[in-house]
């Protein structure tokens, strides 16, 4: 079986492992089968290994950098030196900081991080001192012309941010997704058909994969259900 390509909407694997071997044996099985795969924190001083196992799929390294610009500078060209294709910064940096992302702008997906989809609305309020539409639209408009390609999001946040112009152009990638089985960590969840009719380009779905059974399957049924 050969991956599908003509949706719209592309699956991620979140590779969340703590040992890099499980990690690339499970980048081994799906290569073929998704669109990409996501690895965090702890995985990323072995993404170089994992991209040769993932070939030519996108490589998103969550690192939600916010930190000083010479240290996200510093990152930022560790992150291209290692092939990923993809990865995240807060919007709770200042200027310099996206000034100097926006030089990585030709050589990477940069993702802008509002609030977490592990928050839920009484936390985004507590931790932002904001609605979370007004959040959107105002730290979003800050990183609008500092080359960014997407924003992290609920499929359920698309519903209130979709209507504004400067966001038309950028991808929606969007975590928080679960097939069938429950997935823990995430306080707004759909399922990737919710996810896809709500506007979402990228799913990115973790323990409904990898804990599954037969991940190749639940793959299938999931580009299934999305062309359903």
Not at 183 to 208: C, F, M, N
């Amino acid at each position: 079986m050969t991956k599908e390509k003509s949706h719209k909407t592309k699956i991620i694997v979140a590779l969340d492992y703590t040992n890099p071997l499980d990690a690339l044996e499970m980048a081994a099985k799906l290569r073929d089968h998704v669109d990409g795969f996501k690895i965090n924190h702890a995985l990323w001083s072995q993404s170089v290994y994992i991209k040769d196992y993932t070939k030519d799929n996108e490589l998103f390294i969550d690192c939600k950098l916010w930190d000083t610009p010479n240290t996200v500078k510093q990152v930022l060209q560790k992150i291209v030196d290692k092939g990923a294709t993809m990865t995240t910064i807060s919007t709770f940096n200042n200027e310099a900081v996206f000034d100097v992302a926006q030089e990585y702008a030709e050589q990477i997906k940069l993702l802008a991080v509002t609030y977490l989809t592990s928050w839920n609305p009484e936390e985004q309020r507590q931790i932002a001192k904001d609605m979370p539409y007004n959040m959107w639209r105002d730290h979003v408009a800050r990183i609008r012309h500092k080359g960014f390609k997407g924003i992290i999001c609920s499929p359920l946040d698309i519903v209130q941010i979709k209507y504004e112009d400067f966001m038309h152009d950028l991808y929606r990638v969007c975590p928080g997704i679960k097939y069938e089985s429950e997935l823990k960590g995430q306080s707004r969840t759909t399922t990737p058909k919710e996810a896809q009719e709500l506007g979402a380009d990228y799913l990115v779905i973790g323990r409904s994969i990898t804990e599954a059974s037969d991940p190749i399957k639940t793959v299938k049924e999931i580009y299934d259900s999305l062309h359903s």
